[in-house]
């Protein structure tokens, strides 16, 4: 065989990938500039980027944290030769007014109450949000705390939360008592009927007479003080915990056979998703003490919780039945194979995964809940929105528009995005379970 | 042998009505029911045991009175002498004009901005996640009066127009004039003969095309308005005055519609006829010239012989005068609504843009498929299935937020019933109940068509 | 489970809501609390400082009767409330009294039932306009675009002056003052119109209030007062009368700094001692203690000073005493006789 020459036979070393390809210029070339379109539609953005900083960015820096007054903002403005119709913003007002955009009329020596509130909530919630990495012994306190979060906010007697507490005990062991005589319908409906006895017609005066025996008690404050985020956050949280088992009971209402059950649970989803929250807080405001027995009067706060409750108990309805039809039907069929009746195998079968797989849902519902409580404003509540209306009626901040904007914006955003991302995570946990 | 063994008859004991599940359901039931009644009359005793003691009989009586207040934008003839019920017709055409503005613009810039968060451009995806970050974790009533708070702040008052040397100009070759009372832009005006340059008429017209006018409906020879529609001669003579009658109907924006309309049932039947013959003979005729002429021709025919011209804005007295009138509170509600709807609406789209597997994409690039007509023709028709169930509460949605109006002082229903009317009357209960029912009315119609729209698409595919 | 959170709440409301059926002047005293219904940020009427304590002249008069009641101006619960919510407020008893810059009309009286209890501040609807702008009389408005607060009378009386001149006009609905502000400082709207007083306030806090001038119209009467419930004549009378006590205090020349003083024995004056309650039983006529308007009036002072210190001529508001003066001085403040 001839020797063949021109066939290499060591491997040549390898070369640097070409400037352009690599590094930043190649990924510019790579993402920005792949095109005529793209490098159109990044220039165009970048330059819209930078008008938009270049007229807010001098705005933001203002060195006019200590002022008094919108007067004095002016001044130091002046006295820097700014000049204009916006020389700057004006961030006394914050300086002077954040605790009351926080916290609204709360009594100030009182603020480690709402504070620890909100901290334990985060305690509370850590065992059902990151279930797998929080002790689950801690789902003892979660069960507490619905009782103990009223309490910090409202103050008052601790015989009241431990009442409503005692009540869920007497429901559940008179519960245990009749379904062991008389079957798992029974059962509930004596356990219920208890519990609305004891609330209804006995704690009253239980609580009156351990109150005479033993007072103990945190300084009572009234919902008329609350203001500000804090109101926000406490109309949110309520009116969530209290829409979740409303809305598993219409969820359930609305899936179930029995045709009249299921129009009511139909009807009242459908009315409170078909109109505006904002007409619900009319009738919060204008209407609910109508309705009610001539001489009930509650606050408003009150009334707006209840209202947000019933809004968000037709949204949580949807969210638990989309987590309901989620679950395979060889969940039912299982269930019903070990002998389980309806309410056993709701409780622990079908409940448990609906309700996990709609921990995303709630959030959002949450998410959407808690934006819509700056709708208060609109009645007169002093919610951050509110508040600052109040604000600019101060003679020293009148004419301040877009610090306080900003900043409620920006406290909105924070809360929101946080629980979006957690959201996300979670959907992204729950997906890799499933598949 | 299997025996079938009736089941043994027992006489029907009452305990059956829980423990037999034939009977239990029944109980149950009818349990709810009463249950539900019992709330109901409990309700209605105690609200009428307070109205009584409060000394205010319900009653609609007040819808029949006049109203006493002005609303600055309304789509049919409106003044303060009007009914309270003609004041809420106003605010629910209101109500239906910013939601209808706000879905057509909020799902374009959510299927824009969907699309673009996908984009290979870093820069452009990072700014709509941004965009999409910062409009959903914000309420949308703070964009509402925000972007109120922008459009004054920022905008020239008319006041900047005048003068020899003005501190701001209208827009587009002097026909749109951008102010901080709103936008100004052309209106379109029929019977160029019988009406001056401003649209108003003139004494005598100067030719015959004077249009067909409006048609008042419920016109009466009594309304003094009505006057110069039952004349003959003198300007305007044939034409109602802005108050006559229920409403008006312009013929000649009908005559108009009924061409167009025609003319692109002409353009599809050329179509169709193209399609057989291209089926019969494998060659298609080149028909785009014939299906453009017969929608333009007529349409560009029709327009001149109605005296079609645009009335400009100008500057007259305080306000720009002529022209339509975009209000304020109209933009800033329409804006805020569409921007911030269309942030969900982009995670919507996008999400069904995903939901598409990839498969997909690569089988049409085999195809030889550009980029642009994968999205087109293969991504986007397949994601609109999944993508059109929660663009419908979308929608919901932004109707219902469409009440924020009260914010920034548009005069939707919540605006004048629940508004000025609920305050002028005292009638809450009869106020807001009428508004939710109203509300409601419109969800549920929003909802049964576009459900049957979602149906008749499903029905097409697989 | 987390239904208690609602229940134990209500628990708690109950305990600190009252019933509305009995005389609401027994209820307060029973609360040791008077809810009374503010405007929810009126510059120089009603607004929050700082720490939340409620300011202005409005919110005197709810400290005044406070004072008398329950002999103690912080006794209060400021309600805030809009033009929408404050009439169902004060109707369904979730507020004792409105004092909330409200007009005297015979439909509120009569229709909507309510006692209004007298007359603290004599307004009139007016007309803002920037002095660049040229104009001289209401009447040259016309095709000016109006600015104007919603849920008020204001509306009514603006279509009203409008139909009768047969003049046209753009209204553009606002629902706050400082909203009103912005829009009519950006010239968004032409003119602003609200009660002159407010229009005063808010002229006051302009960087420039020389460029701006209130015009000459004044199109409506608009006696503000505060006002009670339909029906409740006992309540009625204590809110009215205490509100006399203010204006017949700064007729007689008590102050709040002497009215200490003043009370500590009787003096010549028989109708001032009838006031003080060292003389006859004024006090226990009304349910009250004797030394009720002696509360009342060290709340804040006479009408005269309540007036000087929220809204006078050396606040930034500066208003001047006009109308509101005392008859003597050829104002309409007059308060019937204490006997």
Redesign the interface.
């Known amino acids: 065989m001839s020797e063949v020459s021109y066939v290499r036979t060591e491997i040549l070393p390898e070369r640097d990938p070409p400037v352009i390809a690599t590094g930043l210029i190649g990924w510019m070339r790579e993402?920005?500039f792949?095109g005529w379109f793209?490098s159109a539609?990044?220039i165009l953005?970048?330059t819209?980027?930078v008008m938009l900083l270049d007229g807010i960015l001098p705005w933001i820096f203002s060195p006019t944290w200590h002022a008094t007054s919108l007067g004095e903002c002016?001044e130091i403005l002046r006295g820097m030769g700014r000049e204009g119709?916006y020389p700057g913003a004006c961030w006394g007002v914050i300086r002077?007014?954040w605790?009351?955009l926080l916290f609204?009329?709360y009594p100030?020596e009182l603020y480690w109450r709402p504070i620890m509130a909100f901290l334990l909530l985060g305690v509370a919630l850590a065992p059902v949000l990151f279930s797998d990495r929080v002790p689950r012994k801690l789902l003892w306190f979660s069960?507490v705390y619905?009782?103990l979060?009223?309490?910090l906010l409202?103050?008052?007697s601790i015989w009241?939360?431990l009442s409503?507490?005692a009540?869920?005990v007497i429901g559940w062991f008179v519960f245990r008592a009749a379904d062991a005589r008389a079957?798992g319908?029974?059962g509930i409906v004596a356990g219920v009927l208890a519990a609305l006895v004891w609330?209804l017609l006995l704690?009253?005066y239980v609580?009156q007479g351990l109150d005479a025996i033993l007072p103990i008690g945190i300084e009572?404050v009234?919902?008329?003080?609350f203001?500000g985020f804090m109101l926000s956050v406490t109309i949110g949280v309520?009116a969530i915990?209290?829409s979740?088992?409303i809305g598993i009971v219409l969820a359930l209402g609305r899936q179930s056979?029995?045709?009249?059950?299921k129009a009511?649970c139909v009807g009242f989803i459908?009315?409170i998703?078909?109109?505006?929250?904002?007409?619900l807080l009319?009738?919060a405001?204008?209407?609910l003490?109508?309705?009610?027995?001539?001489?009930?009067?509650?606050?408003?706060i009150?009334r707006v919780?209840?209202m947000a409750?019933l809004f968000a108990s037709a949204y949580m309805a949807e969210v638990v039945r989309g987590g309901l039809a989620a679950l395979p039907q060889g969940q039912y069929e299982g269930a019903d194979s070990l002998g389980l009746d309806y309410w056993q195998a709701q409780r622990l079968v079908i409940m448990p995964q609906a309700l996990k797989i709609s921990i995303p849902g709630i959030v959002s519902t949450f998410?959407g809940l808690f934006?819509?409580t700056?709708?208060v404003?609109?009645?007169?509540?002093?919610d951050p929105?509110?508040l600052s209306?109040?604000?600019?009626?101060?003679?020293d901040w009148?004419?301040i528009?877009?610090e306080l904007?900003g900043f409620?914006?920006l406290l909105?955003?924070v809360v929101?995005?946080a629980m979006?991302r957690y959201s996300m995570y979670l959907e992204r946990k729950l997906n890799t379970g499933h598949r | 042998m299997a025996t079938v063994s009736e089941p043994p008859k027992e006489a029907f004991r009452l305990s059956q009505l829980i423990y037999d599940t034939r009977y239990r359901s029944m109980t149950i039931q009818i349990v709810a029911l009463v249950a539900f009644l019992i709330l109901i009359g409990w309700l209605i005793s105690n609200t009428a045991q307070n109205l009584a003691d409060l000394g205010k009989e319900p009653s609609f009586r007040f819808l029949g009175e006049s109203a006493g207040y002005d609303i600055n934008q309304r789509l049919i003839d409106y003044n303060n002498q009007d009914s309270h019920m003609r004041a809420a017709v106003v605010g629910i055409l209101n109500t239906l004009l910013v939601a209808i503005l706000g879905c057509a613009t909020a799902t374009i810039l959510g299927v824009i901005i969907g699309v673009a968060r996908l984009s290979k451009n870093w820069l452009v995806g990072r700014l709509m996640t941004i965009y999409v970050e910062i409009f959903r974790n914000v309420p949308v009533l703070l964009w509402i009066v925000f972007i109120m708070a922008i459009l004054i702040e920022t905008l020239p008052p008319p006041n900047a127009f005048r003068g020899d040397d003005p501190d701001a100009t209208m827009k587009l070759f002097d026909t749109v004039a951008i102010t901080n009372r709103g936008v100004y832009i052309p209106d379109p005006v029929f019977g160029a003969d019988a009406k001056d340059e401003k649209g108003e008429f003139l004494e005598e017209p100067v030719g015959w095309r004077v249009g067909l006018g409006d048609f008042p409906i419920g016109a009466s020879r009594d309304n003094p308005a009505c006057e110069s529609y039952y004349a003959t001669e003198g300007p305007g003579a044939g034409e109602p005055a802005a108050s006559c009658g229920t409403f008006q109907v312009s013929l000649d924006l009908l005559l108009v519609l009924a061409v167009l309309v025609s003319g692109f049932y002409a353009s599809h039947r050329i179509k169709r006829r193209a399609d057989r013959i291209q089926e019969a003979t494998g060659l298609r005729p080149v028909t785009w010239y014939l299906r453009l002429g017969v929608v333009v021709l007529p349409f560009a025919i029709t327009l001149w012989a109605l005296g079609f011209y645009f009335a400009y804005p100008e500057l007259r007295g305080f306000n720009f005068q002529g022209g339509t009138h975009m209000r304020n509170s109209l933009i800033a509600l329409w804006l805020a609504l569409s921007l911030y709807t269309a942030a969900f609406i982009a995670e919507i789209v996008r999400a069904g843009i995903l939901a598409i597997s990839h498969g997909q994409t690569e089988a049409a690039a085999a195809l030889g498929l550009r980029p642009k007509r994968i999205m087109n023709l293969v991504i986007l028709p397949q994601a609109l299935r999944v993508i059109i169930p929660p663009l419908i509460s979308m929608w919901l949605n932004l109707t219902k937020n469409s009440s924020l109006a009260i914010a920034v002082g548009y005069m939707d229903i919540t605006g004048t019933l629940m508004g000025i009317t609920l305050n002028q009357t005292g009638r809450e209960l009869e106020t807001v109940l009428l508004g939710m029912l109203i509300y409601l009315t419109i969800s549920l119609i929003i909802s049964a068509v576009m459900n049957w729209y979602n149906r008749s698409v499903k029905l097409v595919e697989r | 489970m987390k239904k208690t959170v609602f229940l134990g709440a209500l628990t708690v409301a109950g305990l600190a809501a009252g019933a509305a059926a009995a005389g609401t002047l027994d209820d307060v005293k029973a609360r040791g609390k008077l809810n009374c219904g503010v405007t929810t940020g009126l510059v120089g009427f009603a607004a929050p400082d700082a720490n939340g304590e409620w300011h202005g002249f409005d919110v005197a008069v709810c400290r005044a009767v406070a004072a008398a009641v329950l002999g103690d101006p912080t006794a209060v619960e400021f309600v805030p409330t809009t033009g929408k919510t404050r009439f169902t407020a004060l109707g369904s008893g979730e507020v004792d009294m409105l004092a909330r810059n409200t007009t005297w009309t015979l439909s509120r009286d009569v229709d909507l039932k309510f006692t209004f209890v007298g007359i603290n501040y004599y307004d009139g609807q007016g007309f803002m306009v920037p002095k660049a702008l040229g104009v001289s009389s209401a009447k040259e408005l016309n095709g000016a675009t109006v600015c104007i607060q919603t849920g008020t009378t204001t509306e009514l009386n603006l279509a009203d002056f409008f139909r009768k001149n047969n003049i046209s006009y753009e209204p553009v609905p606002i629902e706050t003052n400082a909203e009103g502000q912005q829009q009519y400082l950006a010239g968004a709207c032409d003119t602003y119109t609200t009660d002159i007083s407010g229009l005063a306030a808010t002229r006051a806090t302009f960087e420039n209030p020389a460029d701006h001038v209130v015009l000459p119209e004044v199109v409506s009467k608009e006696p503000l007062g505060p006002l009670v419930r339909h029906g409740d004549d006992e309540w009625a009378d204590v809110t009215r009368w205490t509100l006399n006590a203010l204006i017949a205090a700064e007729e007689m020349g008590i102050t709040s700094a002497n009215v200490k003083e003043m009370a500590s024995a009787p003096g010549s004056n028989p109708e001032i001692n009838r006031i003080l309650g060292t003389e006859g039983n004024l006090g226990e006529m009304l349910g009250l203690s004797a030394d009720w308007a002696v509360n009342a009036i060290s709340a804040g002072g006479n009408y005269g000073e309540i007036f000087a210190r929220n809204i006078g001529e050396n606040t930034p508001i500066g208003l001047a005493r006009g109308l509101n003066a005392q008859w003597t001085d050829g104002g309409l403040l007059y308060s019937p006789p204490f006997r």
């Open positions: 993402n920005l792949s793209n539609l990044t953005s970048l819209f980027v002016r119709h002077d007014r605790v009351q609204g009329f100030s069960a619905p009782f979060f009223p309490w409202w103050g008052g009241v939360p409503a507490l009540g869920f079957g319908l029974a609330w704690s009253g609580v009572a009234q919902s008329r003080n203001g309520v915990a209290c979740l088992p056979d029995l045709l009249i059950v009511l459908e009315f998703r078909g109109v505006p929250l904002i007409t009319f009738v405001s204008t209407l003490n109508i309705f009610m027995p001539p001489g009930t009067n509650f606050d408003i009150l919780i209840i409750t998410i934006k819509d700056t709708l404003s609109i009645i007169g509540l002093l929105l509110g209306n109040a604000i600019r009626a101060d003679s009148n004419g528009v877009w904007y409620i914006a909105f955003f929101c995005f979006s």
